[in-house]
Nanobody, 115 residues
Framework: QVQFVESGGGLVQPGGSLRLSCAAS????????MGWYRQAPGKKRELVGS???????NYAGSVKGRFTISRDNAKNMMYLQMNGLEPEDTAVYYC?????????WGQGTQVTVSS
């Protein structure tokens, strides 16, 4: 059974940084194209960025240059380093396959950017 567990969210001031973690069980992250997603209040869930099995990353224009996705194959973990956070980044963040599977959505981790 595949399960993703996100962690690392919190309250941060504008300009601050957070590192989110995605722990996977039941599948090898390194064999799949994975994505980080977010859903802000009243908005649809959106893809923030992705990482291929070969380690190639892509990002949404709104986060490019500020967010970085990485992966630890030995730990079967994926990370989202977020720098230069803005109030518009406030959302619940999730990990899933880049082509998401509905049953794989976890609880997410809340990121709130506010002064």
């Amino acid at each position: 059974q595949v399960q993703f567990v996100e962690s690392g969210g919190g309250l941060v001031q504008p300009g601050g940084s957070l590192r989110l973690s995605c722990a996977a069980s039941g599948m090898r992250l390194s064999l799949n194209v994975m994505g980080w997603y977010r859903q802000a209040p009243g908005k649809k869930r959106e893809l923030v960025g992705s990482i291929t099995s070969g380690g190639t990353t892509n990002y949404a224009g709104s986060v490019k240059g500020r967010f970085t996705i990485s992966r630890d194959n030995a730990k079967n973990m994926m990370y989202l380093q977020m720098n230069g956070l803005e109030p518009e980044d406030t959302a619940v963040y999730y990990c899933n396959l880049k082509t998401p599977i509905r049953g794989y959505w976890g609880q997410g981790t809340q990121v709130t950017v506010s002064s």
